[in-house]
Structures are given as C-alpha cells and as structure tokens.
C-alpha cells in the first residue's frame, strides 16, 4: 500500500508540497509542512503521534514500482 502524498500542509494550507519535497507526516499520514511541524514540536495534533520525514517518491524518470523483495539477501 504506497502512501497518499498529499500536496498542502493540513495547517497552514498554503505551503504547496511536491512529491519530491520536505514535509512531515504521522502513522496516519497527516501531513504537515516543514515549519508547521517544527511548531507543533514534531507531534501530530489530531492523533498525538510523533511527526517524521515523509519519505520522498523517485522524480520523473525514476523507477515508480514497489520493491519486490527479492534481494532482502537471505541465505
């Protein structure tokens, strides 16, 4: 299940954030701005969760596909 890269800041709502940009974001994925969680002090406020780095999607050009797990690299 690949995340939903949401592009506005559910506070603020006018920092645009693109797919490939800074943004923080809680298990739930609640999506914050960089400023707005760095406000927040890093917790989510609608679920008290800890706001993390929201991993970034390869830019156009880039490998789209789930990893397959093939090279997990077990004996």
Do not use: H, K, Q, W
């Amino acid at each position: 299940m690949a995340l939903e890269m949401r592009d506005r800041c559910e506070r603020c709502e006018t920092a645009l954030l693109p797919p490939d940009g800074p943004a923080r974001i809680c298990s739930y994925e609640c999506t914050f701005c960089e400023a707005c969680g760095t406000a927040l002090g890093l917790i989510c406020p609608n679920c008290g969760g800890e706001l993390v780095p929201r991993p970034r999607r390869a830019r156009a050009g880039g490998s789209d596909a789930a990893p397959s797990g093939d090279d997990a690299g077990g004996t």
